[in-house]
Every structure is written in C-alpha cells, then in structure tokens.
C-alpha cells in the first residue's frame, strides 16, 4: 500500500514539473527573441566573383587558383612570371629571364626546395608562388588558364 501511495505521489510530481515547465519555458525562451531592429541576412548575394578581377595578370599579382576538384582545393599566390618568362630555382634563388625575384621567400616558408628549371612559362600559363609551395608551381608546375579564377581585387 505504501509502494502505491510512493508511485502515484511521485507520478503526481513529475507530472506538475511538466505542466510547470511547459508553461515557463515558452516565457523563458520568449526573452531569446531576434531584437526587432535584426536586418534579415538572406538576402545577401554571394561573393563569388566580386572579389576577383580577369585577366590580363602582371607579375606581382596575387591570384587565386584551384588545384584540385573539391570545393575547398582553392589557393592563392603571387604571380611571379608571366607567359614566354624563364623561370629557374638555383641554390634558393629564384629567377625570372636571369633576374633575381626579391621578397619571393619573404611571404612564406621556404624550405629548402629543390632547383627547378629552366623552363619557359607556356602561353596563357602563370608561375604562382604561395606561402607554403604546397600547391604553387614549385611544386605542381605553372598554374593553366583554366585553373586560374581571377586576381584578387585590393
């Protein structure tokens, strides 16, 4: 008898801690609200594109590129020469048509990457070098024209 008295009391108390909660919470969660002066961001056009400009490409350019086919296999660079340039690696220095690219090193890790070239950068092709020449073309080749997405606008 004592077990159905303890049973039915505590099925009467969790039922008005539902009841109770069910009433409070919507007031609770009502103070969660999006203030009224909240801009709905919907609407907002994607910046696919507006932030990269065509071509033509100078040297000095920071482009972007893909290097691979998944959405996130975007990387960036500078433009370090341009098509009919030669371009060699030789004991970490790199030229272009025999002259020295000052800084190339400066914007990332160098690490101590193996002499590349000569070579003569293909028509409508970029030599890109990045920050950590993972995907750049001292370690992939020059970047083609269908690789290239534009020229990251300043």
Request: charge should be negative; aromatic fraction near 8%; charged fraction near 20%.
């Amino acid at each position: 008898m004592i077990q159905a008295l303890r049973t039915v009391l505590w099925f009467v108390v969790v039922t008005l801690l539902l009841v109770v909660a069910a009433v409070k919470l919507p007031e609770q969660l009502a103070r969660a609200q999006v203030p009224a002066e909240f801009d709905d961001q919907s609407g907002l056009v994607p910046m696919t594109g507006v932030w990269l400009a065509p071509p033509p490409f100078a040297a000095g350019d920071v482009v972007a590129f893909r290097f691979g086919d998944g959405p996130d296999d975007v990387g960036f660079g500078v433009v370090r020469a341009l098509p009919g340039e030669q371009v060699r690696l030789v004991g970490g220095e790199l030229l272009v048509d025999d002259n020295e690219v000052n800084g190339w090193k400066d914007a990332g890790l160098y690490q101590g990457i193996h002499d590349v070239g000569p070579m003569t950068v293909p028509a409508g092709h970029l030599f890109v070098v990045s920050t950590n020449h993972r995907y750049d073309s001292l370690a992939r080749g020059v970047i083609g024209p269908d690789q290239v997405l534009g020229k990251v606008r300043e």
